[in-house]
């Protein structure tokens, strides 16, 4: 007896220092415009330094708005307890000190967590498609143009990103060719992208600038992009690259112009791409149903209560019903054919029969029948 529970205190003992070593004491320091705001400053600076190493060592600095979004926004579920050290009230500004004992554990787990949630929703799918508007006439003839898609690319897959074939591509290129406007028929892009599983479109346009000379050849290219969220239809990000090369031979110097003016102008729209797509997977994208024939308040209610209980839906809500037509808004993580898969679930389940009319970004339109 003695013996057992001298082994059950060597093992609570090992517990409690197991528990201790996850609790960290940290001395931080926070200013604010209030008290308040200077301790959730320094408690702020506690649980940055109690990420310290161990974001870096698990290569989560390219997600910095990620762990902004998701773990410092937080801090008091980290901060388990901290005493003041000291304060002050400088140039209109509370400056305290804390002594605080971080949750490294939980820390872990929720970085961890992120980290998993990074690798499960993988990388979206992209179309990257080239907008022509007749001003890159001096650049025909020339390998400048498929040098830019080339690197373009070659940036997205290096970040491991999907994209999708290049006729493709090229296909979509020669329709926007003939309507000269992406945004006039933003649905329309949004729909292409989607019937090619690609989540979201990347379009560039280009424009350059080139001074040939006898020995001395000087070529400025401007590429303008647009990164279009397809599920919603709207454009996320717009950025503007310049490069600028020169050399003897005209050729050669388009070509690494293009291909570093490619690679260059994909880069800033990397992270804005991954946080948008990473918040859709956490928080899913807000879609709207609309479903014709339908006006019974009780197959109404009825509907949202199905759809809603799929694990893939955060929420689903009814905005208006009556002549006939319901509308429902439905924040769903996940892309649009599985809402789709989900929306005749919940139909079926009802004895209903939808046949789906038309679907443009984030709207569909159904019909019961």
């Known amino acids: ?49 109690g990420l310290g190493a161990y974001v870096k060592s698990q290569a989560l600095s390219d997600r910095g708005l990620l762990v902004e979004d998701k773990i410092l926004s937080h801090v008091k579920g980290y901060v388990t307890k901290f005493s003041v050290l000291a304060e002050d009230f400088k140039s209109e500004k509370y400056i305290i000190t804390i002594r605080a004992t971080v949750d490294g554990k939980l820390l872990k787990d929720d970085i961890d967590a992120l980290s998993i949630l990074r690798k499960s929703a993988g990388n979206p799918r992209l179309l990257v498609v080239y907008k022509t508007d007749g001003r890159t006439s001096n650049l025909e003839g020339s390998d400048c143009i498929s040098e ?15 994209v999708v074939d290049r006729p493709a591509a090229e296909s979509f290129s020669r329709q926007i060719a003939d309507t000269h406007s992406i945004d006039t028929y933003l649905n329309k892009a949004a729909a292409f992208g989607l019937s090619y599983d690609a989540e979201y479109t990347l379009f560039y346009d280009i424009s350059a600038d080139i001074r040939e000379g006898e020995v001395y050849s000087k070529a400025r290219l401007r590429v ?53 797509w990473m918040e859709m997977q956490q928080n899913g994208s807000l879609y709207t149903i609309v479903i014709d024939g339908l006006d019974d308040t009780e197959h109404v209610a009825g509907f ?12 689903s809500r009814e905005v208006e019903s009556g002549g006939g037509k319901a509308v429902f808004e439905a924040d769903y993580r996940g892309k649009r054919d599985q ?27 159904w019909k019961k029948i």
Do not use: H
């Open 1 to 49: 007896m003695r013996r057992a529970l001298f082994m059950f205190f060597i093992f609570v003992s090992g517990l409690l220092v197991q528990i201790d070593a996850c609790a960290e004491e940290i001395t931080a320091k926070g200013a604010g415009l209030s008290r308040e705001q200077a301790v959730q400053a320094a408690m702020r600076d506690a649980v940055e330094q």
């Open 148 to 162: 830019i898609y080339g690197g373009i690319v070659e940036a997205l897959a290096d970040r491991q990103f999907r």
């Open 224 to 276: 303008k992009t647009r990164l279009v969220d397809n599920t919603r239809s709207q454009v996320i990000s717009s950025k503007i690259t310049e490069v600028e090369k020169n050399g003897r031979n005209l050729a050669v110097v388009l070509e690494k112009a293009g291909r570093e003016c490619g690679q260059k102008a994909a880069g800033p729209l990397i992270e804005a791409l991954q946080q948008a």
């Open 304 to 315: 949202n209560g199905k759809l809603e209980k799929f694990p893939a839906v955060s929420a």
């Open 339 to 365: 809402l789709d898969r989900d929306v005749l679930r919940a139909a079926k389940e009802l004895g209903w029969q939808l046949q789906k009319i038309r679907a443009e970004g984030a709207r569909s339109t």
